[in-house]
């Protein structure tokens, strides 16, 4: 997921999206501990996307500075 494509979602949109990869996420683990992970490489895809929608969501509620 690019931060171009993040950046154009509500803050809902971004909620629900960070809620379902912290699901994916879960499962993968879940997969990993029990020996079952084919993809092991998405594990890091994923902290890395929900990192970005935090940053996104940071950014979009933080109030701009007074000049």
């Known amino acids: 997921m690019k931060i171009v494509e993040i950046k154009e979602l509500t803050a809902k949109e971004l909620l629900s999206r960070k809620r379902e990869l912290r699901e994916q996420l879960f499962h993968l ?3 990993q501990q029990s020996g079952q992970l084919e993809k092991p490489h998405m594990l ?7 990192a970005k929608i935090e940053t996104v969501l940071t950014e979009k509620t933080r109030p701009t500075p007074a000049k």
């Open 44 to 50: 890091r895809t994923l902290r890395r996307n929900i």
């Open 29 to 31: 683990r879940v997969q």
